[in-house]
Every structure is written in C-alpha cells, then in structure tokens.
C-alpha cells in the first residue's frame, strides 16, 4: 500500500509527498527498534535480579558453611592444645616450628 502510494507520487513528481512517505517508513523502522531494545532492557533487567538473587542466596549458603567449618576447626583447635599441653610443650608456635 505504501508502496504503491510512493510509486504513484514519483510518478506526478510530488515530492513532497515522497518525503512524507519516507520520513513515514524511517519513523516507523525506527520506533520498532526502540521497542525491540526497550524488550530488550527489560528482558536484562529481569535477569539482573534473577542472577543477584542467586547470589545473595550463595552468599548465604557460603557464610552458614564458613560458619560450620569455623565451629568444626574451634574444636580441632580445642584438642592441638590439649594435645600440645599433654605433650610438655607450651605453645603451638614450638609445634609450628617443629612441623617446618
């Protein structure tokens, strides 16, 4: 239908309204881009959160297990000294030592 349109104004040399259908179609290709990039945006928005969201989440799973393993090793530690006392020696400096 445009088409058609431009073709009959080429042939009555009306510029003028060759201009308006080519600004018409420009504006129209244009606009559709910007809502193609505007989908777009959202679309990476959408994932944005989604990705900080797991993050926040593995940060979390990350801090309990830190945690746990904090707890696990305040007992190891607990029984090196035990075991360095029973053993004569004061500090566990002397064991670090020793193990180099």
Known sequence: MIYSRLKIAI???NWFAVT???VVVVLGVV???QITDWAAARADLAAEKSYLTQISAD???TQRLQEMFDKDLAGSEHSAQLLLT???KSTP???TRFCI
Do not use: N
Request: cysteine-free; aromatic content about 12%.
């Open 59 to 61: 940060l979390l799973d």
């Open 86 to 88: 029973v053993s004569g």
């Open 31 to 33: 606009i559709g881009f």
């Open 11 to 13: 042939r009555m040399q």
């Open 93 to 95: 400096y002397q064991m």
């Open 20 to 22: 308006i259908e080519i």
